[in-house]
C-alpha cells in the first residue's frame, strides 16, 4: 500500500469555528502561511457561506497561498457549494469539501422535517441523493471533490458503506469519515476504516481521510489507528483546537508519525520545526494558553525536574527524551529579551516565531519593544506576539479610555468612573460591580452603549515580585461575533481596561470588515 500520509489542516475551520474568537481575514491569512511552512498538504481555510467574512478570508488565501491545496467546507446543498465554489476559484489547486450527517441520530435529528421523509429508512434514501447531488454540483468547479460523512463513528454500517459508495460513482476523490462526536474508541475506529478499504466498492480509487475530535481524550489514538488501518489523510488543528474538547492535535499526530516510523512506516511532507511557531501563532492569535504539559509544544514538554530524571538526560539526552526539542522548533539556546536585547537579537526571536517583517516595519516592533522592555525585566513570545499584533495589523482606535478611576474596599461597594472617547464624543459614566474590574467594565460597556457580552476573562502574572507584569485576555461577544481583547500592564486593574477597549476595538473593526464585505 501506498505509503505517503497526507495532512489536512483545519485550524481555519474547524479550529477557529470553535475557539469562540474571530480572526480577521489578515490574521488568517498570516497562519495559513505559516501553514504552508511547516508542509501540510491541505489547508480548510473556512466554511464561505456562513458568513461574507469567511467568504473573503477563503478567497483572500485561494489567491495568496499556492503551495497546499486550499479547501473550503460546505453543506451538501447546491447553492452553499456554488458559493464555496466561488471562494476557492482562483486556488491553484482547489478542493471543496462537503457533505452531511449519515448516523441515525443525524439523520432523525437533524433532518426531521418530513419534507426529508417520514420514516428513517425514507429519510436515508433522501440523504443519499443530498449526497450524491451534492458532490456532483462540488465537481463543476474542480476536480477535488471531499465527501464527509458526519457522525461516521456512530453510523450504521451499511447504510455508511451505501453512502459511500454512491458519492465515489458520482466523483468524491477523497472520503472523510469523521468521528464527530469522539466516541469511538481505537481499535473500533481502526477497524471502520479497514472495513471501508476492504468492503466499500472502490474505495481503493480515493484517499480516506480520518476526522477525530477529542471528547474522551482519544483524537490523536483514534486518527492513529485509523491510518495503520489504511486511512492516507489526516485531519487535525494546531494545538487541536476545535469544537467542544478539540480536534486531533496536529503536532502530536505528526511527532508519533515521525518518532514511530518503524511502526508505521509512513512518509509526511512536514517541517515539524516550524512547530513551535506555528503553535504559538495560532495561541496567540486566538488569544489561547497553551497548557504546559501539552504533547509535543507544551513549555514544559522537554523540562526534566526530578533529579534521577536530570542526571539521566545530563549524560544522555535519550534516557528521558524521545523527541529532540530542536526537532519541533523549540529554540535551541533561549535569548532572553530585555531592555538591553538590540535589533539583532529581537530580529531573530521574531523568525523564531514566525515572523518576517521588512526593515521599517521590523524598526516600528522594535520601538515598541524597548518600551514594554523597559516596564519589565523580560519580554516573553507572548508579548512580542501582541506587539506585533498592536503594531503590524493595527485595529483603528475609535474606543479610547482617557480617564478611569476605580474605589473598592471592605464594607463599601465596588465602584468605577470612566471617561470614554467614541470617536469625536466624550462620554463620562459610574458603575458599580462585584468588584473593580466588573464596575470598570460596566462603566465602558454603559459608555460605549454596546450590548457586549464578556464571555471569557483571564489573566495571568508573566514575572514574579511585586512589580509583576499581569496580561489580560478577554473574550468579547456581539450578535454572535466574538473577539479577543488583550492588554498589559503592572497594574492589573488598568490591563483589564485595557484588553477590554482593545476588545471594543477589534468588534468595531470585525464589523466594518463584515459592512465592506457585503
Ligand atoms: O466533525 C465533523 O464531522 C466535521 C465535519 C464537518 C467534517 O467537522
Ligand atoms: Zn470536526
Given at each position: ?9 483545519t485550524?481555519?475551520?474547524d479550529?477557529?469555528?470553535?475557539a469562540?474568537?474571530r ?5 488568517k491569512?498570516?497562519?495559513a502561511?505559516q ?17 461574507p ?6 478567497s483572500?488565501?485561494?489567491r495568496e497561498i499556492?503551495e ?10 447546491a447553492?452553499?457549494?456554488?458559493i ?10 482547489p478542493?471543496?469539501?462537503?457533505g452531511?450527517g449519515?448516523s441515525?441520530?443525524?439523520?432523525i435529528?437533524k433532518f ?10 425514507e429519510k436515508?434514501?433522501?440523504?443519499l441523493?443530498?449526497?450524491v ?14 465527501f464527509?460523512?458526519?457522525d461516521?463513528g456512530r453510523a ?7 453512502v ?10 477523497v ?5 464527530t462526536?469522539?466516541?469511538a ?5 481502526g477497524?471502520?476504516?479497514?472495513d ?5 466498492k472502490?474505495?481503493g ?6 476526522h477525530?475530535?477529542?471528547?474522551l481524550?482519544m ?5 492513529l489507528?485509523?491510518v ?8 487535525g488543528?494546531?494545538?487541536g483546537?476545535?469544537e467542544?474538547?478539540?480536534?486531533a ?16 512506516c509512513?512518509k509526511?511532507?512536514?517541517k515539524?520545526?516550524e512547530?513551535y ?14 497548557p504546559?504539559n501539552?504533547?509535543v ?14 542526571d ?11 523527541i529532540?526539542?530542536?526537532?519541533v522548533g523549540f529554540?535551541a ?9 538590540g ?9 523564531e516565531?514566525?515572523?518576517t ?8 516592533v ?15 513570545d507572548d508579548?512580542?506576539?501582541a ?8 485595529v ?15 464594607g ?8 470614554l472617547?467614541?470617536?469625536?464624543d466624550?462620554?463620562?459614566i459610574?458603575?458599580?460591580g462585584?468588584g473593580?474590574v ?5 462603566a465602558?460597556?454603559m459608555?460605549?452603549n ?14 514574579s515580585?511585586?512589580?509583576a507584569?499581569g ?31 482593545d476588545?471594543?476595538n477589534?468588534?468595531y473593526?470585525?464589523r466594518?470588515e463584515?459592512?465592506h464585505a457585503?
Amino acid at each position: 500500500m501506498n505509503n505517503r500520509l497526507f495532512i489536512f489542516d483545519t485550524t481555519l475551520r474547524d479550529g477557529e469555528q470553535a475557539a469562540g474568537t474571530r480572526l480577521g481575514s489578515a490574521d488568517k491569512l498570516e497562519i495559513a502561511r505559516q501553514l504552508s511552512r511547516l508542509g501540510v498538504d491541505i489547508i480548510e481555510a473556512g466554511f464561505p457561506s456562513s458568513s461574507p467574512e469567511d467568504f473573503e478570508a477563503v478567497s483572500l488565501i485561494a489567491r495568496e497561498i499556492t503551495e497546499p491545496v486550499i479547501c473550503g467546507l460546505s453543506r451538501a446543498v447546491a447553492e452553499d457549494i456554488q458559493i464555496c465554489g466561488r471562494a476557492i476559484a482562483k486556488a491553484r489547486r482547489p478542493r471543496i469539501h462537503t457533505g452531511l450527517g449519515v448516523s441515525d441520530i443525524h439523520v432523525i435529528g437533524k433532518f426531521n422535517d418530513d419534507k426529508y421523509g417520514k420514516t428513517l429508512e425514507e429519510k436515508r434514501a433522501t440523504l443519499l441523493k443530498m449526497a450524491v447531488n451534492a458532490v456532483k454540483v462540488a465537481r463543476d468547479f474542480t476536480n477535488d471533490v471531499q465527501f464527509f460523512a458526519e457522525d461516521a463513528g456512530r453510523a450504521h454500517r451499511p447504510f455508511l458503506f451505501e453512502v459511500l459508495e454512491a458519492v465515489i460513482d458520482a466523483g468524491a476523490t477523497v472520503l472523510n469519515i469523521p468521528d464527530t462526536t469522539g466516541y469511538a474508541i481505537p481499535e473500533q475506529y481502526g477497524a471502520l476504516i479497514r472495513d471501508i478499504c476492504s468492503k466499500v466498492k472502490n474505495s481503493g480509487k480515493v484517499v480516506i481521510s480520518v476526522h477525530c475530535h477529542d471528547d474522551l481524550g482519544m483524537a490523536v489514538a483514534n486518527s492513529l489507528a485509523g491510518v495503520k488501518n489504511g486511512a492516507r489523510q489526516v485531519e487535525g488543528t494546531i494545538n487541536g483546537i476545535g469544537e467542544r474538547a478539540g480536534n486531533a492535535a496536529m503536532e502530536e499526530i505528526v511527532m508519533a508519525i515521525q518518532t514511530r516510523q518503524d511502526y508505521f512506516c509512513l512518509k509526511t511532507q512536514m517541517k515539524p520545526t516550524e512547530f513551535y511557531r506555528t503553535s504559538r501563532m495560532v495561541a496567540a492569535k486566538l488569544g489561547m494558553t497553551i497548557p504546559p504539559n501539552k504533547a509535543v509544544i507544551g513549555g514544559n514538554a522537554f523540562s526534566h525536574s526530578s533529579g534521577i530524571h536530570v542526571d539521566g538526560v545530563l549524560k544522555e539526552r535519550q534516557t528521558y527524551e524521545i523527541i529532540n526539542p530542536e526537532d519541533v522548533g523549540f529554540p535551541a539556546s533561549r535569548i532572553v529579551l530585555t531592555a538591553r536585547t538590540g535589533h539583532a537579537g529581537v530580529k531573530h526571536r521574531l523568525e523564531e516565531l514566525g515572523y518576517t517583517f521588512a526593515k521599517e516595519e521590523l524598526d516600528q516592533v522594535y520601538q515598541r519593544f524597548l518600551k514594554v522592555a523597559d516596564k519589565k525585566q523580560e519580554v516573553f513570545d507572548d508579548d512580542l506576539a501582541a506587539i506585533v499584533r498592536d503594531e503590524i495589523h493595527p485595529v483603528p482606535e475609535i474606543y479610547r479610555l482617557d480617564y478611569w478611576n476605580t474605589s473598592t474596599g471592605k464594607g463599601t461597594i465596588p465602584s468605577a468612573t470612566v471617561r470614554l472617547s467614541i470617536g469625536k464624543d466624550e462620554v463620562e459614566i459610574a458603575a458599580w460591580g462585584d468588584g473593580p474590574v466588573d464596575a470598570l467594565f460596566k462603566a465602558i460597556s454603559m459608555a460605549a452603549n454596546k450590548p457586549v457580552e464578556l464571555k471569557k476573562y483571564e489573566i495571568k502574572a508573566v514575572t514574579s515580585g511585586a512589580k509583576a507584569m499581569g496580561e489580560v485576555n478577554v473574550q468579547l461577544e456581539e450578535s454572535g461575533v466574538a473577539v479577543t481583547g488583550y492588554g498589559a500592564s503592572t497594574d492589573i486593574i488598568e490591563a483589564s481596561a485595557k484588553a477590554y477597549i482593545d476588545g471594543l476595538n477589534r468588534l468595531y473593526a470585525v464589523r466594518e470588515e463584515r459592512d465592506h464585505a457585503l
